[in-house]
């Protein structure tokens, strides 16, 4: 790949920030960060420590500079100096753009900020998200919404200039170990025998068991699944203040689902399910409903937020909380003959519409040089 720096000039110089690390938006910006530095850009990415070592940003040529996610005045003060001579900074998440608001305070450097998602709160904490959203919205140069919506919200908010940029879902970075002796058939028996899900459909959910992610309703579909012939297990990877709570439902409603905690092989696990369900009440790009179309794992989720848009018709979308309309929507997928060849060949097709890592950084980087030429 060409280097982006002409021939006697000086390299841009770019500031990555990170605010609370979500898996989306790291990702994100590993997959930025290797792209900008293969055109000659000078990237330093500033992130909490267990995020840096997690993302590896200095596996790709990046200069990963340890900031903490507080807003106090010595991280806001340490971010300023880090600042000092980039030409563009560049935010990701609403934590990290109110930290950079704050750093680039009476300086000319152009802030781009890019919305990734949004906070599900709801009373008086709601209010303070709205007041936040508003000040980096205005103070932007420019915003980057990751789905239409967001991208209406950041203008709604006073954004001076708001765009769509889709962020590519990067390639998985672990690659699926097949075991000695065996082939892909035997993995995906072993993983389904260790879930339990032998003899039975497995339907994948994954992300944390937080109220907004609609597993209270997830559970009120299980219910109609029982009855199912044989009866598919729901598999709900990740950890949260609602595990107590669902645990006693499952086991007092003698629901067929496990909580299987925070696992670190869930692109193997979605491999050899049945149904991936995405039940959450808002979403801007899903990354299981993004992953499980690239594997050829039919879909199910809500058509809120970004999902309608990233999915097209290449899954079985139903309103939020309509727990008859999930279940019949799973059972419409295990059951209608042909109905989950159909899906996987439309989400296959779908998922290689979406815009490449090397388109995603493109586009930012034409930002970067809109804003920095002179």
């Given at each position: ?22 898996a ?21 990415v500033?992130a909490?420590s ?7 940003f ?11 996610r ?58 303070v998200?709205?007041?936040?959203e ?6 932007a ?6 789905s ?29 170990a ?12 072993k993983?389904?025998?260790?879930l ?137 997928v ?27 950084v ?10 920095t030429?002179?």
């Amino acid at each position: 790949m060409s280097s982006h720096v002409p021939h006697g000039q000086t390299p841009l110089r770019t500031v990555q920030v990170l605010g609370g690390g979500s898996a989306g938006s790291s990702a994100h910006v590993r997959s930025l960060a290797a792209g900008l530095v293969a055109r000659g850009v000078r990237v330093t990415v500033c992130a909490p420590s267990d995020v840096g070592r997690a993302y590896g940003f200095g596996d790709v040529g990046a200069r990963h500079v340890p900031v903490a996610r507080r807003s106090d005045p010595t991280t806001v003060a340490a971010l300023r100096a880090i600042c000092a001579d980039a030409d563009v900074v560049h935010a990701h998440g609403l934590n990290a753009a109110v930290r950079a608001v704050l750093a680039l305070s009476g300086r000319r450097v152009p802030l781009v900020v890019t919305w990734h998602t949004r906070m599900p709160v709801d009373g008086a904490r709601a209010r303070v998200v709205r007041l936040l959203e508003r000040r980096v919205a205005r103070t932007a140069t420019v915003v980057l919404g990751t789905s239409s919506d967001l991208v209406d919200r950041a203008r709604s908010q006073g954004a001076r200039d708001a765009r769509l940029a889709a962020v590519a879902l990067p390639a998985s970075r672990v690659p699926v170990a097949e075991p000695e002796g065996g082939g892909p058939d035997r993995l995906h028996h072993k993983a389904r025998a260790d879930l339990g899900a032998i003899g039975r459909p497995l339907l994948m959910a994954v992300g944390s068991l937080d109220e907004h992610r609609g597993y209270e309703t997830l559970l009120d579909a299980a219910r109609a699944w029982r009855g199912l012939d044989p009866a598919p297990l729901l598999v709900i990877a990740g950890e949260g203040p609602l595990r107590g709570l669902l645990q006693r439902r499952i086991e007092d409603e003698e629901l067929p689902v496990r909580l299987v905690g925070r696992r670190d092989d869930v692109s193997e696990l979605l491999a050899v399910a049945d149904v991936a369900v995405v039940a959450s009440r808002w979403e801007s790009r899903s990354v299981l409903a993004q992953e499980a179309l690239r594997a050829g794992v039919p879909l199910v989720a809500c058509a809120v937020g970004g999902t309608p848009e990233v999915v097209g018709d290449a899954a079985e979308l139903v309103p939020y909380g309509d727990a008859e309309a999930l279940a019949e929507a799973v059972e419409r997928v295990l059951v209608v003959p042909g109905r989950r060849e159909w899906l996987r060949e439309r989400g296959l097709a779908q998922a290689a519409s979406w815009p490449s890592e090397d388109e995603t950084v493109a586009q930012v980087l034409s930002v970067y040089d809109e804003l920095t030429q002179t």
